[in-house]
């Protein structure tokens, strides 16, 4: 059996030169930025350009994940990383599959890498208004792509919570991963690889949750985007985020910066889906 490749750490020298070849670029290596599971790096290219390289095992599917940056192009009217070409070979030798994207090379920092919660606290108010003009432009557009599907929603709800009806009412397209690592300090969203249908307020909670250890800036979201938080599903997506942030300290067995403040926002929650 093949051990498990790792993008961090094990050698793929050929890979980005065949992705200089592919591509007509040449990566910086020297400006790689790894993501968290080691399947993902990035680059600055000669051109000014980002370039992601990503790996998966050649006898798994490829998800929607695979293709988010480039089905996401076709979105209007939302601030992203322009995307420009993409490659993808069968690596046999790994056992792999590769792909690498050509996008748009953002130089505005995310708000978690300009400081985080503090630097969020502080974002003016113009920025909250093109965030909210941009997730309801995203809301309308039409697509198949799944980014919370209800199965899922109502799996994680009633692992924590009993006898709620988890139905949801509305549904909107959405970022699927928006949190404070995912949004620059001059609005653009970041990462579309999970983006699809979810829950109406499904992104407004998934920025709330990651905003639970700082009480204002929390409320902040909350005034923000009061319409689609309040509604049924939106308050089913923040109940989600709740029971994922309890889930998960209870499989660690530790408490997280997310527990207590999700826990005392239940209550309200139940309240308001059982009336």
Avoid at 47 to 60: A, G, I, L, P, Y
Avoid at 111 to 128: K, Q, R
Avoid at 152 to 174: M, P, Y
Avoid at 198 to 208: E, S
Wanted: proline letters at 5%; one cysteine or more.
């Amino acid at each position: 059996m093949v051990s498990p490749f790792d993008i961090r750490q094990d050698q793929h020298d050929d890979v980005l030169e065949r992705v200089e070849v592919a591509l007509g670029v040449r990566l910086d290596r020297g400006s790689v930025v790894y993501g968290i599971y080691g399947v993902t790096e990035g680059f600055r290219s000669d051109r000014e350009t980002w370039v992601r390289v990503e790996c998966r095992s050649r006898w798994r599917g490829p998800g929607a994940a695979w293709i988010g940056l480039e089905a996401a192009s076709a979105i209007p009217g939302v601030p992203k990383p322009d995307w420009y070409q993409s490659t993808t070979w069968v690596d046999p030798g790994r056992e792999l599959v590769w792909r690498a994207d050509e996008v748009e090379l953002i130089t505005s920092p995310s708000v978690s890498a300009a400081g985080g919660l503090a630097v969020a606290a502080g974002l003016p108010d113009f920025w909250w208004q093109q965030m909210r003009d941009s997730l309801a432009e995203l809301g309308a557009y039409e697509t198949k792509r799944v980014g919370m599907a209800q199965a899922h929603l109502s799996k994680r709800i009633n692992q924590v919570f009993d006898g709620l009806d988890t139905t949801v009412e509305e549904w909107a397209t959405a970022h699927a991963d928006l949190h404070w690592s995912n949004v620059t300090t001059d609005g653009r969203l970041l990462d579309w690889g999970d983006w699809g249908a979810a829950p109406r307020g499904y992104d407004a909670a998934t920025l709330w949750q990651a905003s639970l250890p700082n009480p204002a800036l929390a409320e902040r979201v909350q005034r923000e985007f009061a319409a689609d938080l309040g509604s049924r599903s939106g308050l089913l997506s923040q109940l989600l985020k709740c029971a994922n942030a309890i889930r998960i300290a209870r499989n660690r067995g530790t408490a997280t910066p997310l527990l207590e403040p999700a826990k005392a926002a239940v209550p309200a929650l139940l309240e308001a889906l059982r009336t």
